[in-house]
């Protein structure tokens, strides 16, 4: 027998990897999902239409009987512009006036699941599915024409995408800017969809930001990245300076509103960059002591137990 083939004979074998026994939940995990989804959207669904509109319900529920895609505020655009095209199709009743945040709120529950499980693990997501699904709070604002039941649909999404346009891809080479694009197209789309739900939902940035920055930092004191490379996190931790810079300091917030009143109506410009000066202004001339005298008061008189 020739050296080679001896050679090739005495290998040893390579070790077998011994697979993790996954549970029956685990195994059956999209099965009971959608068994959620569908128990979920029957919760949501059942007597939708039962209770007549109510006072806020109707500055949606008007645009849409007028065929209007607005309804003359900022906040839920999105949904008056699913009432109308909803009540389109299928009329003017309580039900179909409802029934996009009520399929929204169902469609949460699948979202939340991935969303935990990506972040962190399968138990976690099935147990999110799972509240998700039988939440009163959650259940009784899916079944408002308010675009309350919309916002955690669309801010899940925003989340979740931009955790896989992050963490989707395995660490690059150092040095190297790791994203994938993909996933960050979405995420853009996601944030402009939860713009139109709530304004409030552009503190995303913040989150964002701040994430990076905490990444970074973190990166920096493990020696893992140096604060002069070109990655994503460091990317997002010197804008995140910068638009602290220009929101939260009297001559970047001045610069801000400025630009942003070229495009915007000052009073939402105001809403997405409060004045600064304005709120300077205002704090120095309260009297915190009074008010810390209140809450002491408060205390005092209900509780019975600070003598002051």
């Given at each position: ?79 008056t512009?699913?009432n ?6 299928i ?21 939340v ?19 998700c ?54 995420t ?76 915007l ?44």
């Amino acid at each position: 027998m020739s050296a080679k083939n001896t050679t090739v004979k005495n290998q040893p074998k390579k070790a077998q990897g011994i697979k993790p026994v996954k549970s029956f939940v685990e195994k059956n995990a999209m099965l009971l999902i959608i068994l959620l989804l569908v128990t979920g959207l029957a919760l949501r669904l059942y007597r939708l239409g039962y209770m007549s509109l109510w006072v806020d319900e109707y500055m949606h529920a008007m645009a849409a009987v007028k065929g209007k895609f607005s309804h003359g505020e900022n906040n839920g655009i999105l949904l008056t512009w699913l009432n109308t095209i909803f009540s389109s199709v299928i009329g003017h009743s309580e039900f179909a006036l409802r029934l996009p945040v009520a399929l929204a709120g169902a469609a949460l529950i699948p979202v939340v699941y991935q969303l935990g499980k990506s972040v962190f693990n399968f138990r976690v997501g099935m147990m999110a599915a799972v509240l998700c699904t039988f939440s009163l709070y959650l259940i009784f604002w899916s079944r408002v024409d308010r675009p309350y039941g919309l916002v955690p649909l669309v801010y899940s999404l925003l989340l979740l995408f931009f955790w896989k346009a992050l963490e989707g891809k395995p660490e690059s080479a150092e040095g190297k800017l790791t994203i994938d694009r993909k996933f960050l197209i979405w995420t853009l789309v996601a944030l402009v969809l939860s713009m139109l739900s709530q304004l409030i939902c552009f503190l995303f940035i913040f989150s964002a930001g701040f994430y990076g920055m905490f990444v970074s930092i973190d990166n920096w004191i493990t020696k893992k990245r140096k604060p002069s490379q070109f990655d994503v996190y460091n990317l997002l931790f010197y804008l995140n300076l910068i638009l602290i810079f220009m929101m939260f300091t009297p001559v970047g917030s001045k610069i801000s509103i400025g630009i942003l009143e070229s495009f915007l109506p000052k009073n939402i410009s105001q809403f997405i960059l409060p004045d600064v000066n304005n709120i300077i202004t205002t704090l120095k001339g309260e009297n915190w002591d009074k008010a810390f005298n209140t809450y002491l008061g408060v205390l005092n008189n209900d509780f019975k137990f600070i003598a002051y």
